[in-house]
């Protein structure tokens, strides 16, 4: 299994976010693997790129792009007196949250600004118009299930056979957490078009083998 630099590991854990080191790193493993297919790694949910900077270190490595999509404005649970908001990353100046910033310092302080061409906007837009084929899919997005299906129907139709699907935030016991992503992954399951490789904690890797509907 592929392991970052320390320093790349470094960045991981002093950047904001909701990824433990444990499934960052079988994320990274995932992608220096699906790297290999030259094609770009597509990340939904850049929110203060703590995982992004592991795609566009696999991306750095493999001379591809990784390719991140936010509104940066926070999902549901990130507003203000929700489970997850912070206040830090809200901007005085419009009184919404704007990760944006704290994005573009996480990947100044990797290093790794020349590999990540980040999209600012909703996901189903960005998907509407992208037409490159991906080696990589990683749904890190909204959590509601409008989100997540329209994640899936996005971008998933772009994912190139042999290219890896993986989805954060599996968890198939309502007690552990919400059940938008376990549905999408389902769903990629029930396709047909996916085999799965090994997982770590809440992180899904599902190869791509044919057709998903
Ligand atoms: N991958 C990050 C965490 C992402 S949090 C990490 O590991 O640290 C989820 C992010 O998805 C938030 O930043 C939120 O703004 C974004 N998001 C939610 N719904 C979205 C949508 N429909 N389009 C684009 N971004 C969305
Ligand atoms: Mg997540």
Known sequence: MSIPAPEII????????????????????????AARLGLPLLEVGTYCGRSTLLLADAARAA???AVTVDHHRGSEEQQPGWEYHDPEVVDPHTGRI??????????HAAGLEDHVLALVGRSPQAAAVWRAPLGLVFVDGGHTDEHASADYAGW?????????LV???VFPDPADGGQAPYRLYLRALESGGFAEEPGTGSLRVLRRTGPAS
Do not use: C, N, Q, S
């Open 10 to 33: 470094a960045a991981f854990e002093a950047a904001k976010g909701f990824m433990p080191r444990h499934e960052g790193l079988a994320l990274y493993a995932a992608a220096v693997r």
């Open 63 to 65: 001379g591809v792009t």
């Open 98 to 107: 704007d990760t944006l910033p704290a994005f573009r310092r996480t990947l």
């Open 156 to 164: 998933v139709p772009h994912l190139a056979e042999g290219g890896l």
């Open 167 to 169: 989805v954060h935030d």
